[in-house]
């Protein structure tokens, strides 16, 4: 991800240390706007485009952090320093809060819940009278810095993209962490980051503060540019055109973000000199071309403008030791390795059902340390189902799971992985944007400490690296050494399952869980495959496969669970089960 901040930090260097001293006074106050509704987009491309959670009411939070300021500075005469951190504090304070009660909400709901909010706050702007009413408050003193008066236009430039140029440093560093893998594999769906030891719930509700707090500082920059605050910049209105602006620019961009917020804004102040011209009358008519833009947008160039243009931009070939893993890294601690042959994973009598449909019915099964177990049997038998239910992914309806002697039916999956759990999925669940690298080190998320602002700070590089050779370590172990910087999306489906299965491994688990994992492989893909397996078996792992492929699992497996209609079949050794004549009628063929 470092390579990305280039770019965009360049153009604010640019903006910070020539404008003020080449334009007239008119485009320097617009750049600062500029500026100021890149701070608010920066948060919003971590929340919505990065994030996948999509806010109206982010200009309600620009509102907190202006008012804040203006209310301390103006009626109790404070420093507007004080006003600063109280307007951090309160916006904190009550994104955390509101977090907590929309964030649960998915779907359309979310956005409805986020209008909601941002409705209220912006009327409890106008109607509060210690906050002025509509009339607003005016006279907020300048902001001083040892001595420094940030006065004129020229000295906002400064201060004011210094500040979104340190905005954007710390994004960028909080993607390339670990913590960032977790945030943007929000997107791609929770529930292989739950799998994989990841608290999504965490994860939303930081970067929805942090976006929130950036929105603050804009507001905060904002009064004291203006020396004067009223409710009309926070209405829900300014609100839609922060996502305007990511959604042009580049929703999952910082650089997308810059040019978003500079094209709204430019766009905006010409469309409202040209268009009452055109029309004959004043109104609003910026807002039917903003609309008709969108939606081209999102016709032909929906992931923004910004990607378009840098891809035509002359691109720096990335050096070969830019693509080095630290493979000399210190080793990440491992699990105590367990005797062979002892119980993993005892389930029974497990019932799951949809309604009136029985999915599982009275299942058991019994996976040991050092075994590889084989669960087969026909489509819609209920294996994934009975994956679902082990790794905590879908909720017994009765039965009984332990793991290692603990009962672990009722825990998150999250909390299973943690105990020594992890799987594959039957439909491939990779982030095809990032590459084989990143994704495998996903898996070991929940092997690293390093919290938010560490990453942020760049404070976890140690812990970074060890995580990465981690990954570089599992990925060269199943083969795909030369896949380690593609995008995971770009590898044939074979090849994607094998990531997933490098993925599993870097959680250091006891217990693998792989659904079908030789699907979409060749011949010599499989033999790898196998081989890979009886070395997991050596080291006392437990593996438990469901595989259609019968020479495969015949070939490989210590034990053979059969399954039809959501019941157990058979269990036994290969040769039993492939001598066992109700097997052979409802699966394997019949009997000759």
Not at 65 to 72: I, Q
Request: aromatic fraction near 8%; charged fraction near 15%; glycine fraction near 12%.
């Amino acid at each position: 991800m470092k390579r990305t901040l280039l770019t965009p930090l360049a153009l604010v260097a640019g903006l910070a240390l020539v404008a003020p001293q080449v334009l007239p006074e008119y485009y320097v106050t617009l750049a600062n706007y500029i500026g100021l509704y890149s701070l608010v987009a920066l948060g919003m491309v971590l929340l919505t485009g990065i994030g996948g959670l999509t806010s109206f009411g982010q200009a309600a939070f620009v509102g907190i952090g202006a008012y804040a300021t203006a209310v301390l500075s103006t009626s109790y005469g404070l420093s507007p320093w004080l006003g600063l951190l109280a307007g951090l504090l309160i916006t904190g304070g009550i994104a955390l809060l509101l977090g907590v009660l929309t964030l649960r909400l998915s779907g359309h709901y979310l956005p409805i819940g986020t209008l909601a909010w941002g409705l209220s706050l912006f009327y409890l702007f106008g109607n509060l009278p210690n906050l002025g009413g509509f009339g607003g408050i005016s006279n907020l003193p300048n902001i001083a810095l040892f001595g420094w008066t940030i006065d004129s236009s020229a000295d906002f430039s400064l201060a004011i993209w210094a500040l979104v140029a340190a905005a954007i440093w710390l994004i960028g560093n909080l993607l390339d962490s670990r913590e960032g893998r977790a945030i943007r594999a929000l997107k791609g769906g929770t529930v292989m980051a739950e799998a994989m030891g990841v608290n999504t719930a965490r994860s939303k509700l930081a970067i929805f503060v942090v976006a929130a707090l950036l929105a603050a500082l804009s507001g905060w920059l904002y009064a004291h540019l203006q020396r004067f605050v009223n409710p009309t910049p926070f209405s829900i209105t300014m609100g839609i055109e922060y996502l305007f602006m990511i959604v042009l620019g580049g929703a999952a961009s910082l650089g997308g973000a810059l040019f978003g917020a500079a094209l709204v804004t430019v766009l905006k102040q010409w469309l409202q000199d040209l268009l009452p011209h055109v029309f004959g009358q004043g109104g609003n008519f910026e807002t039917i071309f903003f609309g008709a833009l969108i939606i081209l947008c999102l016709q032909y160039a929906r992931d923004g403008l910004w990607p378009l243009l840098a891809a035509r931009l002359p691109q720096r070939r990335r050096a070969a030791a830019e693509l080095e893993v630290p493979v000399e890294a210190a080793a990440l601690p491992r699990r105590e390795a367990l005797p062979a042959n002892q119980p993993l994973l005892q389930a029974e009598g497990l019932v799951k059902r949809f309604g009136g449909l029985v999915a599982n019915n009275n299942m058991g099964l019994t996976v040991n340390s050092g075994e590889i177990t084989a669960l087969i049997g026909p489509n819609g038998a209920g294996k994934s189902t009975l994956f679902n239910l082990l790794t905590g992914l879908l909720p017994l309806t009765s039965g009984e799971i332990r793991f290692r002697g603990e009962r672990i039916d009722g825990l998150s999956s999250r909390r299973i992985a943690r105990l020594g759990v992890s799987r594959t999925f039957q439909h491939v669940r990779l982030l095809p944007q990032m590459s084989v690298l990143e994704n495998v080190a996903l898996g070991a998320h929940m092997r690293g400490e390093s919290g938010l602002l560490c990453a942020s700070l760049h404070l976890e590089r140690e812990e970074e690296a060890r995580l990465l050779a981690e990954a570089a370590r599992q990925i060269e172990r199943v083969g795909l050494k030369e896949h380690l910087f593609d995008a995971a999306g770009s590898l044939p489906l074979g090849k994607q399952r094998i990531v997933e299965i490098a993925r599993a491994l870097s959680s250091d688990p006891y217990l693998l869980l792989l659904d079908e994992p030789a699907a979409g492989l060749r011949h010599l893909e499989k033999q790898a495959l196998a081989e890979l397996l009886g070395k997991l078996r050596e080291e006392g792992m437990g593996v438990l496969l469901v595989e259609h492929d019968m020479d495969f699992v015949m070939g490989m497996a210590d034990q053979v669970v059969v399954m039809e209609f959501g019941q157990k079949l058979a269990e036994g050794l290969p040769q039993q089960i492939q001598d066992d004549p109700a097997v052979l009628a409802a699966y394997l063929g019949g009997v000759e």
